[in-house]
């Protein structure tokens, strides 16, 4: 049974940043949008910038969720990576909470 832990978002960043992100390049990990729409006003991005959720997964498992702003450019908008929202680590789903 997959055990579910809530923590800080700078944890799953942290892991997300060091064991998903640099793995999408090569294919070893796939992503997969769930979902798309034009950014809200008050996110105070661009004209034309899309809200994304984007579902991470390696070898068919899904092992990260994470949400980002893609502008009108395509480049990733903020700090120019995904805001993860949940990573897997090892029989563990980590779960951004509330600071």
């Known amino acids: ?55 991470y997964f390696d070898g068919g498992q899904l092992i990260a969720v994470a949400h980002r702003f893609v502008l009108p450019d395509g480049s990733i908008g903020g700090s120019g990576r995904p805001d993860p929202k949940a990573v897997r680590f090892g029989d563990e789903w980590l779960i951004a909470g509330p600071n």
């Open 1 to 55: 049974m997959t055990e579910i832990t809530y923590t800080s978002p700078e944890e799953v960043r942290a892991i997300f940043n060091a064991d998903v992100l640099p793995r999408v390049p090569s294919g070893d990990v796939d992503q997969l949008i769930q979902s798309s729409s034009a950014a809200s006003p008050p996110s105070g991005q661009p004209p034309g910038t899309s809200s994304e959720r984007v579902l």
